[in-house]
């Protein structure tokens, strides 16, 4: 398979359907820098758009069809846009589209062709569902000239995930996704929909691993954890874990209880991670890295023994913190390190941890660089 970038995947495009696309777009994937699972709560997250993402060209017929390749699996799958949920990499689209057309009231005008390539790897907790929905209502709206704001085709990209799809995630992989960019975090308030970019320091990195364990978000123990943080806001007769105290958790119970504490301790190290990141404050911004980790494994139950491993060789090895990032269950960790280690760090990890491999590094854009 030919590299994947915007030129490649729009040859692909015109040998595939025997003709030009008319047009090219771009999703990126993301990494949770800290507040994982408290999106869906009503609470914090701060997220880094990733520079790799999805790509796809596209092109206009009049069959009234999506008829899509993935370049990645080598796979052409067509139907309805109409069609209820097969199961496959196409719900991903399908479920967008009828999302876009829902949200206008309208049935789309004519059918789509797409060509799909991306550098983001699957099951890794780096967001290649929400860059493939994200690039697909892209592709769209510049197709059938919707006007749509990144917000409204993030919020788009999380109602097909939730209801075509079936994962009942949050919103923070998808505005990432949309309104994100590489080199800042968003900072983004779930219940009010605020969201502010802080650059990343040129001083630090944050380095993307991935554990070798890839995780699969339909087993239903994603959606298991959500039901029990809105029980536990139903028995403490709260709107959202986002209203909850550490104080008030000593009326719940057991893994209710401990869902709980996760979602709450989390907020706070958001806000307390935004201002160390703004102060420069990194040992700290890293430490709250690291509680977060094993609040997620002990409290929350979504680390794995591959990852916790992984997160304790990184601190073993001196990085300021490291966490496992995103949905969990497998996938990726995010590790800060100072400017220049990072390569040292990659290297240092491949006898104990063969399986592990490097998927992106983030770090601020200096002056002489940026736009």
């Known amino acids: 398979m030919a590299r994947i970038n915007a030129e490649t995947v729009a040859k692909a495009h015109a040998a595939n359907f025997g003709f030009e696309p008319i047009g090219s777009v771009f999703a990126p994937g993301r990494v949770n820098l800290i507040g994982d699972h408290t999106d869906y709560n009503e609470g914090y997250v701060f997220p880094v758009a990733l520079e790799i993402g999805t790509y796809i060209s596209y092109s206009r017929n009049t069959s009234g069809r999506v008829r899509a390749r993935s370049m990645n699996l080598e796979s052409q799958l067509e139907r309805e846009i109409g069609s209820p949920a097969f199961g496959d990499w196409l719900d991903y689209v399908i479920g967008a589209l009828q999302a876009l057309s829902a949200h206008t009231g309208t049935t789309l005008p004519a059918g789509l062709d797409l060509t799909i390539g991306s550098t983001v790897p699957t099951g890794a907790s780096v967001s290649s569902s929400a860059a493939l929905q994200v690039a697909t209502l892209r592709a769209a709206v510049e197709a059938f000239g919707i006007a749509l704001s990144?917000?409204?085709?993030?919020?788009?990209?999380?109602?097909?995930?939730?209801?075509?799809?079936?994962?009942?995630?949050?919103?923070?992989?998808?505005?990432?996704?949309?309104?994100?960019?590489?080199?800042?975090?968003?900072?983004?308030?779930?219940?009010?929909?605020?969201?502010?970019?802080?650059?990343?320091?040129?001083?630090?990195?944050?380095?993307?691993?991935?554990?070798?364990?890839?995780?699969?978000?339909?087993?239903?123990?994603?959606?298991?954890?959500?039901?029990?943080?809105?029980?536990a806001s139903a028995q403490l007769g709260l709107r959202s874990l986002r209203e909850a105290t550490l104080d008030q958790l000593d009326a719940l119970t057991g893994k209710t209880r401990a869902r709980a504490r996760h979602v709450v301790s989390e907020n706070a190290r958001v806000l307390q991670a935004r201002d160390a990141l703004k102060t420069g404050e990194f040992d700290r911004f890293g430490a709250l890295m690291t509680e977060s980790h094993w609040s997620l494994s002990q409290d929350f139950e979504t680390s794995t023994r591959e990852v916790d491993s992984l997160v304790a060789s990184c601190l073993s090895r001196g990085v300021l913190g490291a966490r496992i990032t995103g949905a969990g269950f497998g996938g990726c960790i995010v590790a800060l390190v100072r400017a220049g280690e990072e390569a040292a760090l990659v290297s240092s990890l491949r006898l104990t941890h063969p399986t592990a491999w490097h998927v992106a590094t983030s770090t601020g854009i200096s002056p002489a660089t940026a736009d």
Request: proline fraction near 5%.
């Open 150 to 231: 990144p917000e409204d085709i993030a919020q788009l990209a999380q109602s097909a995930e939730n209801n075509y799809v079936g994962v009942n995630c949050g919103l923070m992989d998808q505005m990432a996704s949309s309104t994100g960019k590489p080199g800042w975090a968003l900072f983004f308030d779930t219940l009010t929909l605020e969201t502010t970019l802080e650059p990343l320091p040129t001083s630090h990195s944050f380095i993307t691993l991935h554990s070798g364990l890839s995780r699969q978000l339909t087993t239903g123990a994603y959606n298991e954890r959500r039901q029990q943080c809105e029980a």
